[in-house]
T-cell receptor
Framework: LAKTTQPISMDSYEGQEVNITCSHNNIATNDYITWYQQFPSQGPRFIIQ???TKVTNEVASLFIPADRKSSTLSLPRVSLSDTAVYYC??????????FGAGTTVTVRA | GAGVSQSPSNKVTEKGKDVELRCDPI?????LYWYRQSLGQGLEFLIYFQGNSAPDKSGLPSDRFSAERTGGSVSTLTIQRTQQEDSAVYLC??????WGTGPEAFFGQGTRLTVV
């Protein structure tokens, strides 16, 4: 079973809010949900991590419903530099940091 | 340095030659990962080190690939008799504990390997 499911791609315009929802139906009790961002020719970069409810930092917000079977990464007022691939990761009792295809977000002017 | 350092940043080698890729993790991080990313593809897990435990080598694609971690710090990924399909970006990550339970993973910039 796939650990996470997220859209393959999303398009947006500068100044808009981008919300990426990730499904993780088999999340384990102790699992945290982690999101990474990757620009071309760079390694992934940690964005945000959460366990339940809502987490906010200077880059994004992460919304996690009570059942924790999904999560939504919210990027406020995106700019062209936010064009990247965004990965949702859930360990599900596996420490291998399994990266799926991620969501390619394209921000247009 | 403050981050994960990988060297070389770029490597071009002839088919059949051996290559060594180096990763300097963040000091004190107990876990170290190697990944491979082909052009336009996702990250493929290769190997995982955690403290003094035996490494998880389940992702290594063939016996031409090997990795070691000396003194719980620096790691070297060796590819013997390189093939053109080995061309990819090789990424290293370190974690201050067990990933997935709170600590985040820090990635290096990667080594771009081209086999000609």
């Amino acid at each position: 079973l796939a650990k996470t499911t997220q859209p393959i791609s999303m398009d947006s315009y500068e100044g808009q809010e981008v919300n990426i929802t990730c499904s993780h139906n088999n999340i384990a009790t102790n699992d945290y949900i982690t999101w990474y961002q990757q620009f071309p020719s760079q390694g992934p970069r940690f964005i945000i991590q959460g366990y339940k409810t809502k987490v906010t930092n200077e880059v994004a917000s992460l919304f996690i419903p009570a059942d924790r079977k999904s999560s939504t990464l919210s990027l406020p007022r995106v700019s062209l530099s936010d064009t990247a691939v965004y990965y949702c990761l859930v360990p599900n009792n596996d420490y291998k940091l399994s990266f799926g295809a991620g969501t390619t977000v394209t921000v247009r002017a | 340095g403050a981050g994960v350092s990988q060297s070389p940043s770029n490597k071009v080698t002839e088919k059949g030659k051996d290559v060594e890729l180096r990763c300097d993790p963040i000091s004190g991080h107990t876990a170290l990962y190697w990944y491979r990313q082909s052009l336009g593809q996702g990250l493929e897990f290769l190997i995982y080190f955690q403290g003094n435990s035996a490494p998880d080598k389940s992702g290594l694609p063939s016996d031409r690939f090997s990795a070691e971690r000396t003194g719980g710090s620096v790691s070297t990924l060796t590819i013997q008799r390189t093939q053109q399909e080995d061309s990819a970006v090789y990424l290293c990550a370190s974690v201050p504990g067990v990933w997935g339970t709170g600590p985040e993973a820090f990635f290096g910039q990667g080594t771009r390997l081209t086999v000609v």
